[in-house]
């Protein structure tokens, strides 16, 4: 089936650093999804793109569709220790009806206050 | 917050035994989706429903079956749980807005098959 490929798996960064991962595949994805997860919690919607291209910002988050339609990256800046968790991407194919998404294995956020 | 609950949050059974799994959503959404999250996996979507009566199966299917009687309600069964069933599962209901549809997620509710 089709795959997303996470990176990092993890990251280690002092509070009030900029954080920067990113998603890639092989397929083609009409939308691309960043999630955040807590521990105990569901995955929590942060940023959706819809367009090839498209740069979205939601406070201090940014995301960007890539142009190939094959990637993605979710930018942090500022890191706080509220933005600890585990952070999702997820691409989605086709337009209609049911929407199926494919997930990336997630990247851990730990900051050292 | 999504209206969406799930139940039971914890459950604990054993290997053989039939287990389901229910979702409850208040936001009267068309499309509904059961997902399991283990370590290195990510979330795998196992089967969705695109209406009452209408599902259809995901990418990791084998072993489950699911039913939706009603808009608010999305079950999941597991006819013979077995250990390799030992998972997170979410819930999550999604709504299009235009061209724009977004998921979300239920609190998840943690299986322990022994």
């Known amino acids: 089936g089709q795959q997303l490929n996470q990176s990092p798996q993890s990251m280690f960064i002092q509070e009030g650093e900029d954080v920067s991962m990113n998603c890639t595949s092989s397929?083609?994805?009409?939308?691309w999804l960043w999630y955040k997860q807590d521990p105990g919690e569901g995955p929590v919607l942060l940023i959706a793109?819809?367009?090839?291209?498209e740069l979205t910002s939601n406070g201090r988050l940014t995301a960007q569709f890539g142009i190939t339609r094959k990637d993605s990256f979710l930018n942090i800046s500022a890191s706080i220790p509220s933005d600890v968790g585990i952070y999702f991407c997820?691409?989605?194919?086709?337009?209609?009806?049911?929407?199926?998404?494919?997930f990336g294995q997630g990247t851990r956020l730990t900051i050292n206050p | 917050d999504a209206g969406i609950t799930q139940s039971p949050r914890h459950k604990v059974t054993e290997t053989g035994t039939p287990v389901t799994l229910r979702c409850h959503q208040t936001?009267?959404?068309?499309?509904m989706y059961w997902y399991r999250q283990d370590p290195g996996h990510g979330l795998r979507l196992i089967h969705y429903?695109?209406?009452?009566?209408?599902?259809d199966k995901g990418e990791v299917s084998d072993g489950y079956s699911v039913s939706r009687s009603k808009t608010e309600d999305f079950l999941l069964t597991l006819e013979s749980a077995t250990s390799s069933q030992t998972s997170v599962y979410f819930c999550?209901?999604?709504?299009?807005?235009?061209?724009?549809?977004?998921?979300?997620f239920g609190p998840g509710t943690r299986l322990t098959v022994l």
């Open positions: 936001e009267n959404h068309r499309y």
């Open positions: 429903s695109y209406g009452v009566k209408d599902t």
């Open positions: 999550a209901i999604s709504g299009r807005t235009g061209l724009k549809v977004e998921q979300f």
């Open positions: 997820a691409g989605q194919v086709g337009i209609q009806g049911a929407q199926k998404l494919v």
């Open positions: 793109l819809y367009k090839a291209g």
């Open positions: 397929s083609i994805f009409n939308t």
